[in-house]
Nanobody, 122 residues
Framework: VQLQASGGGLVQAGDSLTLSCEAS????????MGWFRQAPGKEREFVAA????????YYSSSVKDRFTISRDNAGNMVYLQMNSLKPEDTALYYC????????????????WGQGTQVTVSS
């Protein structure tokens, strides 16, 4: 599986941004998908996950109520809608397939995209 993330950029605090992830296969055939991020000098952290049907979604506490993950099972796309962005959201964002780890505390994945940079200025 190959994943291509896009949509990152430089925005101001309070702005919105939507990240897209194009998979090499139809997302309907894939298990759970999600997003991780890594800020400079910090460990990689889980952001959001969505199960195969799209009926189960989970967010980290730091983005809950601000970010929305969705997947297009008719096609090959996964999205991350980010609202009310904060400077602490600045990071390289990775699209993933097949999350690994305890439920709600995922720490890895089977497949990773190349990452798209999000920078939020104050």
């Amino acid at each position: 599986v190959q994943l291509q993330a896009s949509g990152g950029g430089l925005v101001q605090a309070g702005d919105s941004l939507t990240l897209s992830c194009e998979a090499s296969e139809r997302t309907l055939s894939m298990p759970d998908m999600g997003w991780f991020r890594q800020a400079p000098g910090k460990e990689r952290e889980f952001v959001a996950a969505i199960n195969q049907s799209g009926g189960i979604i989970y967010y980290s506490s730091s983005v809950k109520d601000r970010f929305t993950i969705s997947r297009d099972n008719a096609g090959n796309m996964v999205y991350l809608q980010m609202n009310s962005l904060k400077p602490e959201d600045t990071a390289l964002y990775y699209c993933v397939v097949g999350l690994k780890g305890p439920w709600g505390r995922w720490n890895g994945a089977s497949y990773w995209g190349q990452g798209t940079q999000v920078t939020v200025s104050s």
